[in-house]
């Protein structure tokens, strides 16, 4: 069983950047692939970005891609998001998700076994 921690979240203005953080429990076959999501009021939990171990697979949503860089330090079991170029659309729970596996390492949520408990992101215009 992968616990999952997020941190990172908060505040800021459109145009800046935020970090976030996600601590896994543990370096197993589990956490092979692991993602962000993000889950604003009223819409359906989507992907934001997802990379495997070795990084040489990534994901990342139309929405994200040129501002959101993935990346984790399999030393430290640490998955990160560098969120720059911030927008209002951006606002939302961000989630932290593995279990997923190489071949299949993207933004469908169907495809984790573990999620962190989440970090708000809030980006005022």
């Known amino acids: 069983q992968v616990r999952l921690v997020e941190s990172g979240g908060g505040s800021v203005q459109a145009g800046g950047s935020l970090g976030l953080s996600c601590a896994a429990s543990e370096n197993t076959d589990d956490t092979d692939c692991m993602a962000w999501f993000r889950q604003a009021p009223g819409n359906r939990r989507g992907g934001v970005a997802a990379?495997?171990?070795?990084?040489?697979?990534?994901y990342y949503a139309d929405s994200v891609k040129g501002r959101f860089t993935i990346s984790r330090d399999n030393a430290k079991n640490t998955l990160y998001l560098q969120m720059n170029d911030l927008t209002p659309g951006d606002t939302a729970k961000y989630y932290c998700?593995?279990?997923?596996?190489?071949?299949?390492?993207?933004?469908?949520?169907?495809?984790?076994?573990?999620w962190g408990q989440g970090t708000q992101v809030t980006v005022s215009s």
């Open positions: 998700a593995a279990g997923g596996i190489y071949w299949t390492c993207g933004g469908n949520d169907y495809s984790y076994s573990y």
């Open positions: 990379v495997t171990r070795g990084g040489d697979r990534t």
